[in-house]
């Protein structure tokens, strides 16, 4: 399995290299160094260092993934998949290719960058792999779900939808919660009004509770996913990671683990359509 995952995943870097998307790919990262990276000003700070080329690693995976999917479904790799043993391995192989092809771009960028760049010590140098990579892998996987390639059904709409749910519900502000709480306490008064004792308790209960504490009650709940982000970002300012900010690289690739795993279940019960 893993040779057959290994050959896969060298045919799409060697496929994504050799082509104009590849080309364009190297042309993007060259410029991004150039505007945020200038030799002639030298880039002094460490977090600046690692935080704008993180982004470029979260960017880039997101759209190469897309790029690799895309090739992936094409009507010419027919042969690859139905030799598989399992549909699984190819979606490997292309996670793994993005996740390669994004690595050698951002190295590329940042060995540029360290031309007058920070001045790093060996513990700072080497807490940057494994923020890089967790954040790489996100969004690798992320771009997967978001690709006809592995989406099936309303996939998509549902996951992204859900952390469109939760980004904006980590900035609810009070007119809103006040707005629920009006709203839970004018049911609570339908239901006593019909006598429904219990539901009207329950619904006056929580109007008080978010006219009380709602607000950064919800705020912390919606906000709690993107914890390990916040942590990570807290961490690079201060210049060193405390034990519970450590742990955030490895929620990333939980999250990631738990993504693909619910990829890899999509695509391998649903029918590939290629394109031509």
């Known amino acids: 399995m893993k040779q057959r995952i290994w050959s896969l995943t060298t045919f799409f870097l060697r496929n994504l290299f050799t082509s104009l998307t590849g080309l364009i790919y190297l042309i993007l990262v060259l410029v991004y160094w150039y505007i945020f990276f200038p030799p002639e000003q030298g880039t002094p700070d460490y977090d600046n260092y690692v935080l704008i080329i993180g982004g470029l690693g979260a960017g880039l995976s997101f759209l190469v993934a897309l790029s690799l999917a895309a090739r992936a479904n094409e009507a010419a790799n027919y042969p690859f998949l139905v030799r598989l043993p399992s549909k699984v391995e190819y979606l490997t192989a292309v996670l793994l290719s993005t996740v390669l092809a994004t690595t050698i771009l951002q190295l590329l960028v940042a060995l540029l960058a360290l031309f007058e760049g920070p001045d790093m010590t060996l513990p700072l140098a080497l807490d940057i792999p494994p923020v890089w990579l967790a954040v790489n892998v996100l969004a690798a996987v992320l771009a997967l779900h978001a690709s006809d390639f592995a989406t099936a059904g309303w996939s998509r709409v549902y996951i992204f939808g859900i952390l469109a749910i939760f980004l904006f519900g980590q900035n609810i502000n009070e007119s809103v919660t006040n707005?629920?709480?009006?709203?839970?306490?004018?049911?609570?008064?339908?239901?006593?009004?019909?006598?429904?004792i219990a539901l009207s308790d329950i619904m006056n209960t929580f109007s008080a509770w978010l006219m009380r504490e709602g607000t950064e009650t919800l705020r912390q709940l919606f906000g709690f996913i993107f914890w390990p982000f916040h942590a990570i970002s807290e961490a690079i300012f201060q210049g060193f990671f405390n034990p519970t900010q450590a742990l955030a690289p490895a929620i990333l690739l939980l999250y990631a683990t738990i993504l693909f795993m619910l990829a890899a279940d999509l695509f391998a019960n649903k029918d590939v359509d290629f394109t031509e």
């Open 179 to 196: 707005w629920l709480a009006e709203r839970a306490g004018r049911l609570g008064s339908f239901f006593l009004s019909r006598d429904i």
